[in-house]
Structure formats: C-alpha cells, structure tokens
C-alpha cells in the first residue's frame, strides 16, 4: 500500500513539474522569438572625434573623462573605454560636476490617457517636475554638506 501511495504521488509531483515547461511552448512546438527591447547606436564618426574629445577634457573645456582597461578572466583580452567624472582610483577628495538638464516629456495614449509632468497631480498636489527639481535641490544639498563633513574628518 504504501509503495502504491508513494508511486503516484511521485507521478504526481512529476506531472505538476512538467506542466510548466509546455505551457512556455506554443502550438506550433517552436518557441517564440523575443524582440530586442533596446538598441545600441554607436557615435558616428566616433574613433575620429575620439582624439579631439580626449583633449578638450584634458584642458578642462568639456565634462571630465578617465580612461580604464580590463583584462578579460574568459578570454583573456584587454577591454578598453572612458567613463565621465573623475578616476576612483586616485586618492584623496575627488568631486565632479556636470550640467544637466530636465526635459518634460508628455505622453498621450491610445486610450486617452494622458501623462503630463507639467499639470499638477491630485496625488502629489504638485507637479511631477516641481517634485523632480525639488528633490535634486534637497540631494544636492544633502551632497555638500556631506562633502564638508568629510573635509573636516580630513
């Protein structure tokens, strides 16, 4: 009896594991190719304004660039490329600021439905860009007096 019991509920439990792998499959037994969901578009013209980009960060002229290489565990290759801001690996305090801007975006739907960060929202009682601009105004903030703190500790 007990042999009888535990066969089916190992079917049991064979079965219920099974069900979701067909379940992923369409009818016609081929899965179903996905769609990227993003895309990479490479600067034109890049590795000919890649010179002339590295010297106006090197006279200060536009935002701070630092190089980094990476040798690959798989392959073995050196990797190479260029981060903005200032290098982590040089010590001592290190801060960089970089102008950006905020552009509201409105989006309309199909289905009537309207997304403007311009118009006050009954949930915020605000607009959502005045929330956005706001908050940035407390982070900042926020980073220079943590930024004189740590002068002081130094």
Same mark, same amino acid.
């Not at 013209?45 to 090197?58: F, S, V």
């Not at 798989?74 to 905020?102: E, K």
């Given at each position: 009896?007990?042999?009888?019991?535990?066969?089916?509920?190992?079917?049991?439990?064979?079965?219920?594991?099974?069900?979701?792998?067909?379940?992923?499959?369409?009818?016609?037994?081929?899965?179903?190719?996905?769609?990227?969901?993003?895309?990479?578009?490479?600067?034109?013209?890049?590795?000919?304004?890649?010179?002339?980009?590295?010297?106006?960060?090197?006279?200060?002229?536009?935002?701070?660039?630092?190089?980094?290489?990476?040798?690959?565990?798989?392959?073995?290759?050196?990797?190479?490329?260029?981060?903005?801001?200032?290098?982590? =690996?040089?010590?001592?305090?290190?801060?960089?600021?970089?102008?950006? =801007?905020?552009?509201? !975006?409105?989006? !309309?739907?199909?289905?009537?439905? !309207?997304?403007?960060?311009?118009?006050?929202?009954?949930?915020?009682?605000?607009?959502?860009?005045? !929330?956005?601009?706001?908050?940035?105004?407390?982070?900042?903030?926020?980073?220079?007096?943590?930024?004189?703190?740590?002068?002081?500790?130094?």
């Amino acid at each position: 009896m007990r042999r009888l019991l535990l066969a089916i509920l190992i079917t049991c439990l064979l079965c219920l594991a099974a069900a979701p792998g067909y379940g992923q499959t369409p009818a016609g037994g081929t899965p179903q190719r996905r769609t990227p969901r993003y895309k990479v578009m490479h600067m034109k013209n890049g590795h000919a304004l890649i010179p002339a980009i590295r010297r106006q960060a090197a006279a200060g002229a536009t935002i701070p660039l630092w190089n980094y290489s990476v040798v690959s565990p798989l392959d073995h290759l050196t990797y190479t490329g260029q981060m903005v801001g200032r290098s982590p =690996f040089y010590h001592g305090f290190r801060s960089t600021s970089i102008q950006s =801007f905020l552009i509201p !975006v409105r989006f !309309v739907f199909s289905d009537g439905t !309207v997304l403007d960060p311009t118009v006050s929202n009954a949930c915020l009682a605000a607009t959502a860009l005045s !929330v956005v601009q706001n908050s940035l105004s407390a982070l900042r903030s926020r980073l220079r007096r943590s930024e004189r703190a740590a002068r002081r500790s130094a």
